[in-house]
């Protein structure tokens, strides 16, 4: 069974400082991995998607993840954290052989503090 | 503007009764999906959809029914089997076929149960 796990379920960080917030995976096939960012009270919102492309992935945003299948991990970061981006983020794994469902970490509430 | 809409955005149920969420896209999507999200738990995924006419038990679909008569519009019915219904429902809808396409989210429905 596909599965992911998000270390930290709150993470605080000064604002110019990096964000660095951590998911591992447990697939037995290759994964399509996915981060989404959930403001208060609304739905969740793209951040970016690892589909096998390209190891090192960009969005929306300025954050970045990096594919590694040495260590299981699909991490989310970016360089400078601003104000803006204190949210919940979500780390998911795409269940394979159809319907295309996903499975959610259990999230990482991020806190950007001046 | 393309997107999902769901209705209402905060609804109060009294124990035993029954209620529907409503969730409606315009995105010509062929998939749609009921997740529950509470806190410290991520997102669990209730029923969904593939094409009109035809829905899948998810993860943790008891005391929850759908129906899908329309493409556009996947509702949820809650019943008074659901023992524990407050929760934050999210519904989602996404293309099919390949199985790594985005799932896009409507903005949520809070239910409370007084």
């Known amino acids: 069974a596909q599965s992911v796990t998000q270390l930290g379920s709150h993470v605080s960080v000064s604002e110019g400082a990096l964000v660095l917030l951590r998911c591992n995976y447990s697939?037995?096939?290759?994964?399509?991995l996915f981060w989404y960012v959930q403001y208060p009270n609304q739905g969740l919102q793209l951040l970016l998607k690892?589909?096998?492309?390209?190891?090192l992935v960009k969005g929306i945003n300025g954050f970045e993840a990096e594919f590694k299948k040495s260590e299981t991990s699909f991490h989310l970061t970016k360089p400078s954290a601003h104000m803006s981006d204190a949210a919940e983020y979500f780390c998911?794994?795409?269940?394979?052989?159809?319907?295309?469902?996903?499975?959610f970490g259990t999230g990482t509430q991020l806190k950007v503090e001046l | 503007d393309g997107g999902i809409t769901q209705s209402p955005k905060y609804l109060f149920r009294k124990e035993g009764q029954n209620v529907t969420l409503s969730c409606e896209q315009n995105?010509?999507?062929?998939?749609m999906y009921w997740y529950r999200q509470d806190p410290g738990q991520g997102l669990r995924l209730i029923y969904y959809?593939?094409?009109?006419?035809?829905?899948q038990k998810g993860d943790i679909a008891e005391g929850y029914s759908v129906s899908r008569e329309k493409k556009e519009s996947f509702p949820l019915t809650v019943t008074s089997a659901q023992k524990n219904p407050t929760a934050f429902y999210l519904c989602?809808?996404?293309?099919?076929?390949?199985?790594?396409?985005?799932?896009?989210f409507g903005p949520g429905t809070r239910l409370t149960v007084l």
């Open positions: 989602a809808s996404s293309t099919s076929g390949f199985s790594y396409n985005e799932q896009f």
């Open positions: 697939s037995s096939v290759p994964p399509y």
């Open positions: 690892y589909t096998s492309a390209a190891t």
């Open positions: 998911a794994v795409l269940l394979t052989g159809g319907g295309n469902k996903l499975t």
């Open positions: 995105l010509n999507h062929d998939a």
């Open positions: 959809s593939q094409i009109v006419n035809d829905f």
